[in-house]
């Protein structure tokens, strides 16, 4: 069993950048591929970037060039950096690990989950 927890989240005028980590506990997660998703009020889950063991990398088209996922396996943790913040950039985000070293997409080929962290970008 892995738990996550995210924590970096906050509030930041548009424009501005924020860090997000990740941390796991409970086992190891360095052969698990790893993933950030996002959820604002009222719509659904969306991928933000993916990362497998190896560090290849996947982002959505919405934040190429402005976010970057990468992990650090001595510390157990995954880091998902995001510049140039833009107001539809605000919601809760979420740090998810699978099973597989695949990376993924899709929020059903996670299996564990953090409890979310709010991130608010000002106009």
């Known amino acids: 069993q892995v738990q996550l927890v995210e924590s970096g989240g906050g509030l930041v005028q548009a424009g501005g950048s924020l860090r997000l980590s990740c941390a796991a506990s409970?086992?190891?997660?360095?052969?698990?591929?790893v993933g950030w998703f996002r959820q604002a009020p009222g719509q659904e889950r969306e991928f933000v970037a993916a990362i497998t063991w190896s560090e290849v990398t996947d982002h959505a088209d919405s934040v190429k060039g402005r976010f970057t996922i990468s992990r650090d396996n001595t510390k157990n943790t995954v880091y998902l950096q995001m510049n140039s913040l833009k107001p539809e950039d605000t919601a809760v985000y979420y740090c998810?690990?699978?099973?597989?070293?695949?990376?993924?997409?899709?929020?059903?080929?996670?299996?564990?989950w953090g409890q979310g962290t709010q991130v608010t970008v000002s106009s």
């Open positions: 409970g086992r190891t997660f360095v052969r698990n591929a």
């Open positions: 998810a690990a699978r099973r597989s070293s695949i990376r993924a997409t899709m929020s059903v080929d996670y299996s564990y």
